[in-house]
């Protein structure tokens, strides 16, 4: 095991497989115009694959592919059956907004994905059209139940925003127990592309919670053996469980054993960083998979981000980035970076 200056282990790998996405969310790609990665440096199947390979013999065995909107590379089917071909991944998972799950659901179960996360955050077709620009609520409702006729267990994320959507909390628990989903809901957090967040928007953990609590009673945490997952876990009193990611209000970098690959090659150790490491380059130069390897690790080994606990030391909270900055490296935007 490779474990960082803090001793987190190398577990999780999240893999953006492109920054392009179907979507406009008002929280992650808010503008009209945007700057995407060059096409030649988008790293192919083989690519990736290779990769994944050298991040599992150092001891990631949890990977999830994301974006940008997955689904909208193409065949990634034929992606995911070269990943679960590897015994080391004992978790493959996927995160989509849904609205093209439902044409790709059956040929993802066949492929050997293991698990499907939704990003769900209104019941509300009209409230959907303001919040991300788009007509298709209905396809992602049918992307859902599509993933669960698959055979797939399913969550489902929401980021709750102030004056946006808290008002759905129980309509989306209710939802979600009649999907057999889990819901987990986002606290909106200040990341890249966030550019309009302000800390009155954020619905915190204990908010979430004194919601729930007002209209069903007593809820009582879930402790599960996964101490590295994002999401604390409850339980209502009928039984039925939710998670809520406090990254905002109550980070967990202190266990956090994720990192992200952007669709250029492009390794991230922290949500937060400044900068990533350029694994494309010596992958095109002719590095051998024990070159990579010693790369990764002494990298690993030197880790010592906290960044979401770090924003919450500051004084005054603003977005990360202004839109500026973000067009001058694209890799600073969360859809770059993989959610
Ligand atoms: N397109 C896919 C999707 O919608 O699930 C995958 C990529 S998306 C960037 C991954 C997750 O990041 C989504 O669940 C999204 O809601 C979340 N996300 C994006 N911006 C966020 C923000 N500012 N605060 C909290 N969560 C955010």
Redesign the pocket.
């Known amino acids: 095991m490779i474990a960082d200056r803090l001793q987190r282990p190398l577990g999780s790998l999240r893999v953006s497989v492109t920054d392009r ?1 179907n ?1 406009r ?1 008002r ?2 790609m808010p503008e009209q115009e945007y700057v995407w990665l060059p096409k030649q440096s988008i790293l192919t199947f083989e690519e990736i694959t290779r990769l994944v390979g050298i991040f599992t013999s150092l001891g990631v065995d949890k990977v999830r592919l ?5 689904l909208l590379r193409h065949d990634l089917p034929t992606l995911t059956a070269m990943l679960a071909r590897n015994p080391d991944v004992r978790d493959l998972a996927l ?3 849904g609205v093209l799950l439902a044409k790709h659901a059956a040929s993802l179960k066949q492929a050997g994905l293991g698990r499907v ?1 939704v ?1 769900l955050d209104t019941l509300r077709p009209d409230r959907m059209r303001e919040l991300a620009r788009t007509d298709r609520h209905a396809d992602v409702v049918e992307g859902i139940a599509a993933a669960r006729g698959a055979g797939f267990p399913l969550k489902l ?1 929401t ?1 709750v925003i102030r004056g946006v959507n808290e008002d759905e909390l129980v309509d989306l628990i209710e939802f979600a127990r009649a999907h057999k989903a889990e819901v987990r809901f ?1 606290e ?2 200040d ?1 890249g ?2 550019t309009g ?1 302000s800390a009155e928007q954020v619905v915190s953990q204990r908010e979430i919670l004194d919601i729930l609590a007002a209209r069903y009673g007593t809820i009582t945490p879930v402790t599960s053996g996964d101490v590295s997952a994002p999401a604390e876990r409850f339980q209502l009193p009928d039984g039925a469980t939710f998670g809520i990611v406090a990254s905002t209000t109550a980070p967990f970098c202190r266990s956090c054993d994720r990192s992200r690959l952007t669709a250029d090659g492009t390794w991230f150790l922290c949500l937060y960083a400044e900068r990533g490491i350029d694994l494309r380059e010596p992958v095109r130069a002719g590095a051998t998979d024990r070159d990579l390897a010693e790369l990764i690790s002494s990298t690993w080994r030197q880790r010592t981000d906290r960044g979401a606990e770090q924003r919450l030391g500051l004084a005054e909270r603003t977005p990360l980035y202004q839109v500026e900055g973000l067009r001058a490296d694209p890799h600073r935007e ?2 770059t970076r ?2």
């Open positions: 996405c979507l969310c929280y992650c994301t974006g940008g909107e997955p995160t989509t907004n996360t990003s994320n980021v986002i909106y957090m990341v592309g966030a967040w969360m859809h993989g959610g």
